[in-house]
């Protein structure tokens, strides 16, 4: 069984800085396409970033590229989001998904690509 675990999130100031990490378990981390979504108080989830099972590929929201970086470290089965001048319309839930491609150079920008969801993480950023 899947567990994805986030982690990092917390209280920033506009202009400031996050690390957000999700640790997996219960897969073959390599063989797994990773996401980052959000979901602000009275909207729908929406797509942040995602990583190939190789690393070597990535996409990002618009609204987060040049601010926003996705990693993954096989060897801790982890999958971070480094965020940097943060503005409070980034306050958000930040979940973390995943799911199996067996291209190596597969991303998924739609939620419904992802089959396990960790339980979120809480960003607030204020103004």
């Known amino acids: 069984q899947v567990q994805l675990v986030e982690s990092g999130g917390g209280l920033v100031q506009a202009g400031g800085s996050l690390r957000l990490s999700c640790a997996a378990s219960g897969l073959t981390f390599g063989n797994y396409v990773m996401g980052w979504f959000r979901q602000a108080p009275g909207k729908e989830r929406e797509f942040v970033a995602t990583?190939?099972?190789?690393?070597?590929?990535?996409d990002y929201a618009d609204s987060v590229k040049g601010r926003f970086t996705i990693s993954r470290d096989s060897a801790k089965s982890t999958v971070s989001l480094q965020m940097i001048s943060l503005k409070p319309e980034d306050t958000a839930v930040y979940y973390c998904?995943?799911?199996?491609?067996?291209?190596?150079?597969?991303?998924?920008?739609?939620?419904?690509?992802?089959?396990?969801w960790g339980q979120g993480t809480q960003v607030t950023v204020s103004s």
């Open positions: 998904a995943s799911d199996f491609r067996l291209r190596s150079n597969v991303v998924i920008t739609t939620e419904g690509g992802y089959g396990s």
């Open positions: 990583i190939s099972r190789s690393g070597g590929t990535t």
